[in-house]
């Protein structure tokens, strides 16, 4: 099961916050962490593990919030079309 349900999924609420940390805060090494995550979704964890032969120094507070359950303010989030 581990390798059919991954454990990170980058929802829309996330992908919102990455950009709005990178458009307001200039927080560019948040786009690091999401693609590593993003490109190992099966992993249990990402802070701490060797990738390539070096220790991957993520966030482990936000990997557990990205892959933890929807914050109750963007549950109910919808989008529309404009067109």
Request: overall charge negative; charged content about 35%.
């Amino acid at each position: 099961m581990k390798r059919v349900n991954p454990n990170f999924v980058p929802r829309g609420w996330i992908l919102d916050e990455v950009i709005r940390r990178v458009e307001k805060n200039g927080e560019r090494d948040v786009l690091g962490r999401i693609m590593h995550m993003a490109l190992n979704p099966f992993e249990d964890e990402w802070h701490g593990k060797t990738v390539d032969g070096v220790a991957w120094k993520g966030d482990a507070e936000e990997e557990q919030r990205w892959t933890g359950d929807v914050p109750r303010m963007e549950q109910a989030m919808q989008c529309s079309c404009s067109s």
